[in-house]
């Protein structure tokens, strides 16, 4: 199984970036799939989810009304669209997978290498 993150980038606050990720090596349409980040000296928190049942996707309040994730099942890919981005978004982006319906958890099975979104003042 592999996830391939991309899209990250240098952006100045206010601006927007959209992330990719590739999977392959599973059943994708099958699976939970959720983007997470994590800043230096900081927990790896989920920023978006979205079962593979579909429904409604999960935020935190930190990103509410300004990221979208979004899945892509036949190109096997997830989304995330980041607009009004703060410095306080500056992290390393994961994107990641987990069988199941549960979204708003740690616990996925497959993890990308990460992307880097910096967001300056």
């Known amino acids: 199984v592999q996830l391939q993150a991309s899209g990250g980038g240098l952006v100045q606050a206010g601006g927007s970036l959209r992330l990719s990720c590739a999977a392959s090596?599973?059943?994708?349409?099958?699976?939970?799939v959720g983007w997470f980040r994590q800043a230096p000296g900081k927990e790896r928190d989920l920023v978006a989810g979205?079962?593979?049942?579909?429904?409604?996707?999960y935020y935190p309040d930190s990103v509410k009304g300004r990221f979208t994730i979004s899945r892509d099942n036949a190109k096997k890919t997830v989304y995330l669209q980041m607009n009004s981005l703060k410095p306080e978004d500056t992290a390393v982006y994961y994107c990641a997978a987990r069988a199941g319906t549960l979204v708003a958890t740690k616990s996925y099975d497959y993890w990308g290498q990460g992307t880097l979104v910096t967001v300056s003042s």
């Open positions: 979205i079962a593979w049942t579909g429904g409604n996707a």
């Open positions: 090596g599973l059943a994708f349409s099958r699976y939970t």
